[in-house]
């Protein structure tokens, strides 16, 4: 009997998932935070590798975990609402899924002794201070007194509602909704400079959004043409048309100090475009992935330039679907530097703008690469103020590289919700891997290869079930300095390895099939690559997963074609045939050849145990 080793992926993958929830709690490579406190929602993660500390925001909890061991001595804050507040919250009606208490939705480093934390406070938003020491041997972690202020314009009444921010030079940057009914959206700037807001209840800046993500991306090595980028959903409901969700990229100077007259402290530099996430058809009618679920910015060399994935899912009841888009910072300005949309005609439709655009161009900051003789938008001319408030949008969309999607799934019980990406190098040159969390508690660990210059070849290296009960992967983060990924939702947080090599087997092919960059062959086992080790003792090959070239050697029999495991039996009895490949690009097959005959016969069936006749 001989056992063949080919290239594909392996047709089961309930059969990979327990393989690998087994792995993880048998080899000890994810640990659960599993501290008894009687609360949920652990959706904030904040790293501090410096501190060597993640901390966590929950229900009315403030944690502070050790980046190696998330159970080992957590440091944790209890910071609920008083109860006066929460029979308030009760009242109004407001408790229907526990609502009522203090979710942290912030948590931004302040300085090098202290963090700055908000939560919703029972539909009250609160923030304060919280002292996490000045070394992390020094494990002081408590709220400073008498700090607590109000959370309004930085933090969401309704934990529902998602909320994002960033603090840069003491202010506070935040897309959120602020006021206790959640129908007052906004971007609002609070701190040391007047507080600055989106124009209020005006759909052409935002309708009814879902804040995704936030990012400083500087335009040029001028700091006064620094933008602030919000990516968000919203509402889209033109005449006519029933709404439907459209994603969204939007900006603002982070010197912006509002104009006058019609814009007095709102932003005069706001601009939003639509991203579009979508599968071309034969027909030329292309699906859409409009439902942004998560946005990761993975920085490179250029500072300018960092690529941005995001992860969309499919808006309407026909199927279910999801997406990773991967967008160029050239292409989003292209479309900011492009035509702004404009409303005209009997139906009220969206058109290229033709008129005159005045001087400086809509949306430049103020004292940068093109203006610098204005040093504040308080400076820009009455035109540019009332066409700033009337076209915020641009006309053109922004689109993927290669104008398509990198992954995509659809007809299948799952969409993604979140994304991590981490930069590996590898034998055969840099790969980008894919971390993509699901609504079902799992994690999907992805490459994606170039095949030629329109196709790609997507490998799922494994998916892991994280957390026991199935539930939602709300965030996120890689510590590449550590080898771990951290991962909440609901339940809890964990964390688990980015690599486990052992469990691709102890033989070379098996190891180079499972085609891994983080892992090769080093002459005796499948062990975590290293740029350090000698060539001519590691084996790995990512782009083509090779063993008959990687392995030679390795192996007892190869031919050009298989790899040969052979097994003897004795007419009349009964022989076990291992079924289960160690590798998940690895297929299976078991072939009998009789005593002196050169045919081979399949072996059909599932069974791993064959009589001998």
């Given at each position: 009997?001989?056992?063949?080793?080919?290239?594909?992926?392996?047709?089961?993958?309930?059969?990979?998932?327990?393989?690998?929830?087994?792995?993880?709690?048998?080899?000890?490579?994810?640990?659960?935070?599993?501290?008894?406190?009687?609360?949920?929602d652990y959706r904030i993660l904040r790293m501090d590798e410096d501190h060597d500390r993640m901390y966590v925001g929950s229900k009315d909890y403030i944690l502070s975990l050790d980046l190696h061991d998330i159970n080992k001595e957590p440091l944790?804050?209890?910071?609920?609402?008083?109860?006066?507040?929460?029979?308030?919250?009760?009242?109004?009606?407001?408790?229907?899924?526990?609502?009522?208490?203090?979710?942290?939705?912030?948590?931004?480093?302040w300085n090098r002794t202290h963090l700055y934390v908000c939560g919703t406070g029972a539909?009250?938003?609160?923030?304060?201070?919280?002292?996490?020491?000045?070394?992390?041997?020094?494990?002081?972690?408590?709220?400073?007194?008498?700090?607590?202020?109000?959370?309004?314009?930085?933090?969401?009444?309704?934990p529902k509602l998602n909320s994002v921010s960033a603090l840069i030079n003491g202010e506070l940057y935040a897309g959120v909704y602020i006021d206790f009914m959640g129908t007052d959206s906004a971007i609002f700037r609070t701190g040391k400079q007047t507080a600055m807001r989106t124009d209020q209840y005006n759909s052409r800046w935002l309708n009814d959004p879902s804040f995704v993500h936030v990012q400083l991306i500087p335009d040029s090595a001028e700091r006064n043409d620094d933008k602030?980028?919000?990516?968000?959903?919203?509402?889209?409901?033109?005449?006519?048309?029933?709404?439907?969700?459209?994603?969204?990229?939007?900006?603002?100077?982070?010197?912006?100090?509002?104009?006058?007259?019609?814009?007095?402290?709102?932003?005069?530099?706001?601009?939003?475009?639509?991203?579009?996430?979508?599968?071309?058809?034969?027909?030329?009618?292309?699906?859409?992935?409009?439902?942004?679920r998560d946005v990761y910015i993975q920085p490179t060399q250029d500072t300018k330039n960092p690529v941005i994935y995001g992860v969309f899912s499919v808006s309407g009841s026909v199927f279910r679907g999801s997406a990773v888009c991967v967008y160029s910072m050239a292409d989003i300005r292209q479309v900011f530097n492009g035509p702004f949309a404009h409303k005209e005609g009997p139906n009220y439709q969206w058109v290229a703008y033709t008129g005159k655009i005045p001087y400086p161009r809509p949306g430049t900051c103020p004292g940068g690469t093109f203006t610098p003789n204005m040093k504040s938008t308080k400076d820009y001319p009455d035109e540019v103020i009332n066409f700033m408030r009337n076209h915020p949008n641009m006309y053109n969309a922004v689109y993927p590289m290669h104008k398509r999607p990198l992954v995509v799934r659809t007809n299948v019980d799952y969409e993604f919700t979140t994304i991590t990406v981490d930069q590996v190098a590898a034998a055969d040159g840099n790969y980008e891997v894919l971390f993509l969390g699901t609504d079902r508690g799992t994690v999907q660990k992805v490459i994606v290869l170039p095949k030629d210059d329109l196709q790609t070849e997507e490998l799922v290296l494994e998916?892991?079930?994280?957390?026991?009960?199935?539930?939602?992967?709300?965030?996120?983060?890689?510590?590449?300095?550590?080898?771990?990924?951290?991962v909440s939702s609901e339940l809890g947080v964990t964390h688990l390895a980015l690599h486990r090599c052992d469990v691709y087997g102890e033989a070379c092919a098996d190891c180079c099939l499972a085609r891994d960059p983080y892992c090769a062959w080093d002459g005796k086992s499948c062990?975590?690559?290293?740029?350090?080790?000698?060539?001519?003792s590691r084996r790995q090959d990512v782009k083509y997963g090779n063993p008959i070239r990687q392995c030679r050697g390795f192996n007892s029999n190869a031919n050009k074609n298989t790899l040969e495991m052979v097994q003897y039996g004795v007419e009349g009895s009964s022989s076990f045939l291992e079924c289960q490949a160690r590798s998940p690009h690895a297929a299976i097959k078991w072939h009998l050849q009789r005593d002196n005959s050169d045919r081979r016969k399949e072996v059909s069936g599932h069974l791993c145990v064959v009589t001998l006749y």
């Amino acid at each position: 009997m001989t056992i063949h080793e080919g290239y594909l992926w392996h047709p089961c993958m309930c059969v990979l998932i327990c393989l690998c929830t087994a792995a993880l709690r048998s080899t000890g490579t994810a640990q659960h935070f599993a501290y008894l406190l009687n609360t949920s929602d652990y959706r904030i993660l904040r790293m501090d590798e410096d501190h060597d500390r993640m901390y966590v925001g929950s229900k009315d909890y403030i944690l502070s975990l050790d980046l190696h061991d998330i159970n080992k001595e957590p440091l944790i804050l209890h910071w609920p609402v008083s109860q006066q507040r929460k029979t308030e919250c009760v009242l109004s009606g407001k408790d229907t899924n526990g609502e009522c208490g203090n979710f942290i939705r912030l948590i931004e480093p302040w300085n090098r002794t202290h963090l700055y934390v908000c939560g919703t406070g029972a539909y009250n938003p609160i923030c304060t201070y919280v002292n996490r020491g000045r070394k992390p041997q020094e494990y002081i972690w408590h709220l400073e007194p008498g700090k607590v202020e109000s959370g309004k314009g930085k933090c969401s009444y309704d934990p529902k509602l998602n909320s994002v921010s960033a603090l840069i030079n003491g202010e506070l940057y935040a897309g959120v909704y602020i006021d206790f009914m959640g129908t007052d959206s906004a971007i609002f700037r609070t701190g040391k400079q007047t507080a600055m807001r989106t124009d209020q209840y005006n759909s052409r800046w935002l309708n009814d959004p879902s804040f995704v993500h936030v990012q400083l991306i500087p335009d040029s090595a001028e700091r006064n043409d620094d933008k602030l980028y919000f990516f968000f959903r919203e509402t889209s409901a033109e005449m006519g048309q029933s709404p439907v969700t459209q994603a969204r990229i939007g900006r603002i100077c982070l010197n912006d100090d509002g104009g006058h007259c019609c814009l007095v402290n709102k932003w005069s530099t706001f601009l939003k475009a639509r991203l579009i996430c979508s599968v071309p058809g034969a027909d030329g009618i292309e699906t859409h992935f409009d439902e942004l679920r998560d946005v990761y910015i993975q920085p490179t060399q250029d500072t300018k330039n960092p690529v941005i994935y995001g992860v969309f899912s499919v808006s309407g009841s026909v199927f279910r679907g999801s997406a990773v888009c991967v967008y160029s910072m050239a292409d989003i300005r292209q479309v900011f530097n492009g035509p702004f949309a404009h409303k005209e005609g009997p139906n009220y439709q969206w058109v290229a703008y033709t008129g005159k655009i005045p001087y400086p161009r809509p949306g430049t900051c103020p004292g940068g690469t093109f203006t610098p003789n204005m040093k504040s938008t308080k400076d820009y001319p009455d035109e540019v103020i009332n066409f700033m408030r009337n076209h915020p949008n641009m006309y053109n969309a922004v689109y993927p590289m290669h104008k398509r999607p990198l992954v995509v799934r659809t007809n299948v019980d799952y969409e993604f919700t979140t994304i991590t990406v981490d930069q590996v190098a590898a034998a055969d040159g840099n790969y980008e891997v894919l971390f993509l969390g699901t609504d079902r508690g799992t994690v999907q660990k992805v490459i994606v290869l170039p095949k030629d210059d329109l196709q790609t070849e997507e490998l799922v290296l494994e998916e892991v079930e994280v957390f026991k009960v199935p539930t939602p992967i709300t965030t996120m983060k890689i510590s590449s300095k550590r080898q771990q990924l951290y991962v909440s939702s609901e339940l809890g947080v964990t964390h688990l390895a980015l690599h486990r090599c052992d469990v691709y087997g102890e033989a070379c092919a098996d190891c180079c099939l499972a085609r891994d960059p983080y892992c090769a062959w080093d002459g005796k086992s499948c062990s975590r690559y290293s740029t350090s080790q000698k060539r001519r003792s590691r084996r790995q090959d990512v782009k083509y997963g090779n063993p008959i070239r990687q392995c030679r050697g390795f192996n007892s029999n190869a031919n050009k074609n298989t790899l040969e495991m052979v097994q003897y039996g004795v007419e009349g009895s009964s022989s076990f045939l291992e079924c289960q490949a160690r590798s998940p690009h690895a297929a299976i097959k078991w072939h009998l050849q009789r005593d002196n005959s050169d045919r081979r016969k399949e072996v059909s069936g599932h069974l791993c145990v064959v009589t001998l006749y």
